[in-house]
């Protein structure tokens, strides 16, 4: 069940809402090519994101795309003229230009002179795979567009329809990541694919698909295991591109589909749906099967509207429904739209009022994701995916394999690595960076056992389809491997080792993957604890915060015997970029406490600098901003100044740093290493604890 709070910030789109904003992050498509289809022809009304906008092409072929409104009496610029590399206003002759330069003002005597303060808003426009696509955001920050091969292939490459939904674009969006329902909607009464559906027949006999959903640097993979007989699984392998695109699964050599959802506002969406083949043209009997009615449906004349549609119940047949097909409606798209366009009352689903269950986990990561990137994006994070166009190069696919392989892994999917094949693991410890974590191991698809002191902690990820434990026991039993996020290095040894602890029910062989900051000689002892009970140790501390936890952006150490480093590194991979191995048992806490020498003394430095400026005069605040890209910038000046300045620094945060500058003080102390500006920085933050000034 979604909060009320968090739906609405996910289907609000117009200027100023968070999703709105994200949107208006990356470049969209937003009309056909064959709607501006001659030089000067009639301009044409488009609206997207809440906004009005009035498209044209000009004498020189270029696509303009400005507000609909004129800036001098707001009138409507669809009644206007186009003609002469420009759109002339039919209210009193203003043109403007594809730029939106006012280029003519002809009712004013002094036109000539103040037409060049007239300018109205121009939107840049660039035409690709059959599509005039936009960019609405700020200009300092426009990407290159996505290079997903759907939006390079050629003409003859594709069969391409626009379509409007009247509904909110997620609710569709949710649609067409979800493959267990086209074993039912999408189904016959004999078991067999609608005609030209290229669904396999296992998608029918399997209902029930297991699901791995995969975080990527373009959005999230996500494949649909079933059953293909005694030795083989069928896997249907999708590709959701955030923010707009789901790539559906084909079989091999056949033209996949492609669903592009943008918002047009809040109540309604437009959909490119294009069948592509991105390494021949379409042939003959395949631009047949694209006009028979089912993979793509009969269109109203003249509009962007299904000739099937809410107003006459998608031509519902009931006789057919009855002895033919499961819904008895014709054409995919519209079956999707029956069941899309209407959730509730309203054009606009209420997921408050859902019950979800594990073959909803597709549609819980994609939510989760769009609202962690809209948060982040409301917090002055940019989007990585925007800036990384290379990244959306990936298909769809449906396959088939032998049990055991998980096809996700034949190759790169992004920055996660290996594959769930739902295999057990346990969770202890869901704080601020564990929980973050443990979710991306979910929604890789792993068969997850999450405990925690705090029962309420666990609920999170019970929603995503964890099972909760009662002891770390009991979380382990079973598991192949146990992670461990917790305080520090006696809460890891009391989960791992004391009453109903893991090492009394875990199975002989599995992983124990210490997460925690430990002192690197309390790891060694745990180690050689582990050995007794045929279970291998690996410390593996994590740096990087709770946005890189979200984003799977984290530093890893690891320590311990090579060979268990590398089975631990596939299921630290779906929360961390950087992995590195460091050496034996401790050396990846050794390696941690290094990070957080510098780390904490540079938080020091900068408290020391901040009380400097303000007792010579300087706004704290402002300082910080003007030393972004300089000498002293660094991630303490992104992360944790402004609170230093504004009295809001954690105090856990303190506390944290006088726990890893104690551990860093005493293996100093007894490897005879000098550390005089980390004992002096560690009497400071203990200062500050005694006195409340953190």
Known sequence: MMKAEDNELLVRVGPGTAMGNLFRRFWLPVMLISELSEADGPPVKLRALGENFVAFRDSRGRVGILDAYCTHRRAHLFWGRNEECGIRCAYHGWKFDVDGNCVDLPNAPNGDRIKANMKTRAFPTMERGGM???????????????????????????????????????????????????????????GKPLPG???????????????????????????????????????????????????VAAPHDSPFITNVRVPIDDENSMQFRIWTHPDRPLNEAERTTANAGVIFPEMIPGTFETAANRSNDYLIDREDQRHQTFTGIQSIPVQDLAVTQEQGPGPIADRSLEKLTMSDIAIVTMRKRLLDTAKALMDGVEPPEASNPHAYRYGSAARRRCRGRDPSDDRPMGRVAG?????PLAWIGLGRIGTPMAERLVSAGYNLTVFDIVPQAMDALVTLGARAAKSPGEAAAGAQAIF??????????????????????????????????????????????????????????????ILAAKNGDLAAWLGGRPEDADRARPFIAAYARRISYMGLSGSGQVAKSCNQVIVANTIAIWAEMLAYATANGLDPVTLIDTLEGSGADSGVRRTFAKGMANGTFP???????????????????KSAVPMPISSIALEHFKTGIARKDV
């Not at 050629?154 to 329809?161: F, L, Q, T, Y």
């Not at 995969?214 to 059953?227: H, N």
């Not at 105090?651 to 102390?669: G, P, Q, Y």
């Open 197 to 247: 559906s290229r669904l396999s027949t296992f998608a029918f006999q399997d209902r029930s698909p297991r699901w791995t959903v995969k975080p990527t640097d373009y959005g999230l993979m996500l494949a649909a295991q079933r059953d293909a007989g005694p030795d083989r699984y069928s896997w249907r392998i999708n590709q959701w591109l955030l923010p707009f695109a789901t790539m």
């Open 484 to 545: 461990f996020c917790v305080s520090d290095g006696e809460a890891v040894e009391s989960a791992a080792f004391g009453p109903d602890g893991v090492a009394s029910r875990a199975p002989a062989d599995a992983l124990l993957v210490d997460h925690s900051t430990t002192h690197p000689e309390l790891t060694k002892a745990m180690s050689r604890r582990g050995e007794k009970f045929d279970l291998h140790w690996v410390d593996a501390p994590v740096s990087g915060g």
């Open 419 to 423: 594959g769930s094949r739902m295999i």
């Open 651 to 669: 105090e856990l945060s303190t506390r944290n740093m006088i726990k890893d500058l104690t551990i860093i003080t005493d293996l100093a102390h």
């Open 132 to 190: 005039v696509w936009a960019y609405f955001g700020p200009e300092e920050l426009r990407p290159e567009p996505p290079e997903a091969e759907v939006f390079e292939a050629p003409d003859s490459h594709r069969h391409i329809v626009k379509m409007v939904a009247h509904g909110n674009y997620l609710q569709f969006a949710e649609g067409d990541i979800d493959s267990s329902h086209v074993s039912f909607l999408h189904s016959r009464l004999d």
